[in-house]
């Protein structure tokens, strides 16, 4: 294809993309260094770096980068876990079941995430089905509380997206080398002598990929956070960097902190970001 | 991998896989039992496992005023879409051209959602319903019109500048979304374009942007060049080629990533949310149920949720092959 008919065709894909996110990001970093409320927005007031120099001395924002971290520490090795574990389960059932089993294992997936983080908190409500359990088990009732209320975040996160690893691993199951396992079987090689020798070198690089996604998608997680503890998070000390930017921005109507706050979360996801770009630029580069 | 042959093993993982289907399902499962509660039933300690199902929390979301003869007019409502249902799927075998049967089919569905507010008189959830579809739609449509040119180009294309873009749509694609969201904020104010939805549609679009190529490109990459190629030797021009012969064998492609769009757009809280005041999308409405002390808003939450959930399950119901064909192409390749 020539130089000329692919600016043609991308071009309508190419300009959005400029327009709407290129130019944002250069505005975000601009806005930051603004004093601007909803009073003063159309008439912001230019105070240099003040804003990032506030963001950086805030507490309550170290505190929202420690939970985002600790969740993601958390979350991310279960879901990988979890969903290896069904995927390799799953891979010894017969076909006709394993449809019938996908259907409802992707269920917390597409379900909308506000949705399946309320249908969470209806199961840990004063009247819900776990709330119930547990009383009757421990005797003692559920109080929420920064550990039950950051236990559940935690739990609906490992719910909602254990699917996505389940998946994609299943899928990596499908392409295994058959030539190795039979050779594998005729060495006498158990099951998980061959899961440890031959499946897990085979899932390596898709591996890496869930991390990658799941490690990016914790960081900026939102929803679920914001339906569960709502305004509630100074008591419960759960906000992410993602709420505390959200309720600085929208809710204490500091539009110019916000941005600096956001555009800082940026140079944070870099770390894990610029590598993994890096990779994918050599590999495109070696592709074409 | 081959499949164990020992029976123990076999009962432990089907036990494993029922326990793990529980577990993905039970919120699912309460939060439905609970929407056909009514209040007191929902609300009390001791978890009722027996009750009369009642349709009041679904009638309160929905409607302002529940119609004398409300079970003839859903039969109406229900045999339209039964219909329209059965002339898509049956769109091969009828004698006119099948994009003749969509247009219709998707004409009849427009009719529907804009007829029943005339003959009932429907809450606000009904207004935020359509609106999300109209958002939804919108965003998909777009997304892959000009998805599709740009994956084509990028897959055909094996120029620096090619790899640039990808390189820097990835990148964009892991950024939060506030980064983008608050300027958004700042441009719609300038512009007066807040609250509209083609601002929510366009911004959408724009996010989905990245993830749509990389998904599509990876789709075309499977297409072998010969075959334009000879279209293009007969005389017809890339464009041509594109559409006559490209296209039609990547419908597969499109209707997965279509998919992926139309899970995000439905999905999407934080834009909408800082986006629009009233031109809300479903999840921004429900999350209203659940800041609020008023314990009546337990079992309309509950109701408000089925009621977002139904329609995305009975598309996955309709394309499960293919959300599991793209999820494994996005990861394979991507």
Known sequence: MKR??????????????TVLMVIPLIMAIWLGMQFITFNNINDPEFVGLKNYVDVLSDGRFWQAARFTTIYTAIVVP?????????????????????GVYLSFFLLPFIIVPVVGTLMFKQLFDSSGLVTWVYQTIFD?????????????????????????????????LQTLPSDLLEAASIDGANWWQKVRGIVLPHLRSLTIFILLVSIMDSYRIFDSIFVLTNNLNPI????????????????????????AMAVLTVIGIMIVLIPNLIQSYREQMEER | MEKTKNPIAKVAIHLFLIVFTIYSVLPFYWTTMQSFKTFKDANSRTPKFIFTPTWENYQEL????????????????????????????????????????????AFGFVAILWGIPEVVETAEFYDYFVNTIIVTVGTVVVSITIGCLAGYSLARYSGYAAVVILIA????????????????????????LLDTRFLVILTLVAVNQPFTIWMLRSFFMDIPKDLEESAMVDGANRLTAFRKVIIPIMWPGIISTALFSLLLAYNEFLLVRILTQTNWTLPVAISRYTGGEDPRHLTLAAAAA?????????????FQKNLVKGLAAGAVKG
């Open chain 1, 78 to 98: 279960l879901r990988m876990v979890l969903g290896l574990a069904v995927a390799l389960m799953l891979d010894q059932v017969s076909k006709a079941v394993r």
């Open chain 2, 62 to 105: 929905w409607l302002n005023r529940v119609p004398e003869n409300g079970y003839t007019i859903l039969f109406f409502i229900l045999m339209a879409v039964v219909i329209l249902i059965c002339l898509a799927l049956f769109a091969e075998f009828l004698p006119w051209p099948n994009w003749v049967t969509y247009l219709t089919v």
């Open chain 2, 169 to 192: 749509a990835l990148g964009f694609r892991a950024l939060p979304r506030l980064t983008f969201i608050l300027p958004y904020y700042q441009i719609g104010n300038a512009l007066n």
């Open chain 1, 140 to 172: 003692t009732r559920l109080r929420y509380n920064e550990t039950t209320v950051k236990t559940l975040i935690m739990l609906h996160g490992v719910w909602y997206v254990t699917p996505f690893a389940l998946v994609t691993y299943f899928a990596g």
């Open chain 1, 4 to 17: 000329s008919t692919f600016f043609r065709f991308s071009a309508p894909s190419i300009f959005l993309m």
């Open chain 2, 306 to 318: 089925v009621s977002a959930t139904i329609p995305i399950v009975i598309v996955i119901l309709f």
């Open chain 1, 236 to 259: 419960f000390k759960a906000d992410t960097l993602m709420t505390y930017n959200f309720a600085t921005a929208i809710q204490f109507q500091r539009l110019g902190k916000g941005n």
